[in-house]
């Protein structure tokens, strides 16, 4: 029996030499493959996540071809190198035609730490930081763009007229709210002083006895001097009344018209006060009925409220003897109250008219007006 030729003793694995080494890179797993498999290495495919369904070269498993050239029906090369296919997200083999449809890498932070160059927009001239060397020294690169010229001094005047207007009004501002509300804690001393200052001339005139009215022998008092006081029950208010209008006789207190009646008398007594919180700020609020009284050293004369009238500073006529009819002869006593309207303004005046209605002395006590 002959033996077995060399052919068929020959080993199924050969030991792998240098060559084989190098170019061998993943071993054959087991089960060993059949004679027709040698030529190339199945590996198995990794389960993807479910996905769109992707072309059909996708689907089919990956193999990397073993060069050897122990294996020649494998039709490969020694020459060529093994191609690995490209991984989607999820794992599964991507072709290089599909790969080269697939979105480009999402930049690291590295990239996004990268300071990207800045666009110049349309129409922006970009001047450089640094000043520019010149004979006469160094100049700055915004000289250029902050020269002295027309359109730059005008509005510098502008600008600073602006703020010099804004700056005046606001003062003029806070001067006219001190003489309508600053003023209030001033003229209230003065009229404490005025009220005591009556007193006292009042507790020093000898006393006559009960009078309708004063005595037609009274002599006229000076400008400034306290002649009597007035109360307005609906204001809740009093004020001590002096002689004479002028600015500086009715600054604190309402002031009596000199050519007119004294209080009590047949004809028109009148008074005229700054319209301000603390004199007749709320003059207006009298209504017809209301009582108006006035006080001297030995009588109260009570005044009722028949109505009012807004004129102007030029109509004189409110304060005649028969209110509003000049040159006709009194019969009765009247009482003018007169001040600025509007309020904040004076180009008009506020006039309150009244009519005595009776009298009575001071030694009976206060009136029952004031008392209700």
Same mark, same amino acid.
């Given at each position: ?37 040698? !030529?190339?290495?199945? $590996? #198995?495919?990794? &389960?993807?996540? %479910? ?6 070269? @996708?689907?089919? *498993? ?35 035609? !599909?790969?080269?449809? $697939? #979105?480009?890498? &999402?930049?690291? %932070? ?6 990207? @160059?800045?666009? *110049? ?52 501002l806070l001067f006219a709210g001190y003489e309508v509300w ?25 006393t006559v006895g009960p009078s309708a009215g004063p005595s ?157």
């Amino acid at each position: 029996m002959t033996g077995p030729s060399p052919t068929e003793h020959r080993p199924r694995h050969r030991a792998l030499d240098q060559d084989d080494i190098a170019t061998t890179i993943i071993p054959r797993l087991p089960p060993e493959p059949k004679a027709d498999d040698t !030529a190339t290495t199945v $590996l #198995p495919r990794v &389960p993807a996540e %479910p996905q769109a369904q992707a072309p059909a070269e @996708a689907d089919a *498993t990956a193999i990397i071809p073993k060069i050897t050239p122990d294996f020649p029906e494998s039709g490969t090369d020694a020459s060529e190198t093994a191609y690995i296919p490209k991984l989607s997200d999820t794992g599964a083999a991507v072709p290089p035609a !599909a790969a080269a449809k $697939l #979105p480009p890498t &999402p930049s690291t %932070p590295e990239d996004d730490d990268r300071p990207a @160059a800045p666009e *110049t927009p349309k129409g922006v001239t970009v001047v450089p930081l640094r000043p520019v060397r010149t004979e006469e020294g160094y100049r700055s690169v915004y000289s250029e763009y902050t020269r002295t010229s027309f359109g730059s001094v005008a509005r510098a005047i502008s600008r600073g007229t602006g703020e010099v207007l804004i700056t005046f009004g606001l003062i003029v501002l806070l001067f006219a709210g001190y003489e309508v509300w600053g003023k209030s804690a001033i003229v209230d001393a003065h009229q404490d002083e005025l009220n005591h200052q009556l007193e006292q001339q009042w507790a020093q005139q000898p006393t006559v006895g009960p009078s309708a009215g004063p005595s037609p022998a009274v002599v006229k008092p000076a400008n400034g001097a306290v002649i009597a006081s007035v109360h307005i029950p609906r204001l809740n208010k009093k004020w001590a009344v002096v002689q004479g209008v002028t600015p500086a006789d009715i600054r604190y207190a309402p002031g009596h018209y000199p050519d007119t009646a004294l209080p009590g008398q047949v004809g028109n007594f009148s008074m005229a006060g700054h319209r301000t919180p603390a004199i007749w700020w709320d003059l207006d609020k009298l209504k017809p009925g209301d009582s108006v009284v006035i006080k001297t050293a030995e009588t109260w004369f009570v005044y009722t409220v028949t109505g009012h009238e807004i004129v102007l500073p030029t109509a004189v006529q409110v304060v005649a003897p028969v209110p509003d009819k000049p040159g006709e002869v009194p019969t009765k006593a009247m009482l003018t109250m007169t001040t600025c309207n509007p309020k904040f303004n004076n180009y008009q005046r506020y006039v309150v008219h009244a009519e005595l209605t009776r009298s009575q002395p001071v030694a009976d006590g206060d009136p029952a007006e004031l008392k209700g």
